[in-house]
């Protein structure tokens, strides 16, 4: 079974930080771009961030570039997304995703994989 489990929303203030994490199990790790998208009240699906394990390679959605870092820990199994200057326009439900490539980043097809959501609320 695969399980993308995700965690660390919450509620801050504008031009606060959050670090998100997400632990994986089911799939192997390094054949993945795991990331995050989040979706956001009006604007529909918003592809963030993926790091492929295998290369380190990180791939940035225009939302997520100066702002936010993925990271992660492959002997945890578990990807991190460090967001940091958040603002009110961020609040949305931010969820874990998987896929053999990068595409869905820039907005080609669906992840293979996604897990449930974890809320962040950014108040002003």
């Known amino acids: 079974e695969v399980q993308l489990q995700a965690s660390g929303g919450g509620t801050v203030e504008d031009g606060g930080s959050l670090r998100l994490s997400c632990v994986v199990s089911?799939?192997?790790?390094?054949?993945?771009?795991i990331g995050w998208f989040r979706e956001v009240q009006g604007k529909g699906r918003d592809n963030l961030s993926c790091i492929r394990n295998s290369d380190g390679r990180v791939y940035y959605g225009d939302s997520a570039k100066g702002r936010f870092t993925i990271s992660s820990d492959n002997a945890q199994n578990t990807v991190y997304l460090q967001m940091n200057s958040l603002k009110p326009e961020d609040t949305g439900l931010y969820t874990c995703?998987?896929?053999?490539?990068?595409?869905?980043?820039?907005?080609?097809?669906?992840?293979?994989?996604w897990g449930q959501g974890t809320l962040v609320t950014v108040s002003s």
């Open positions: 995703a998987a896929d053999r490539n990068e595409w869905w980043i820039r907005g080609i097809g669906m992840p293979e994989q």
């Open positions: 089911g799939i192997t790790f390094d054949d993945y771009c």
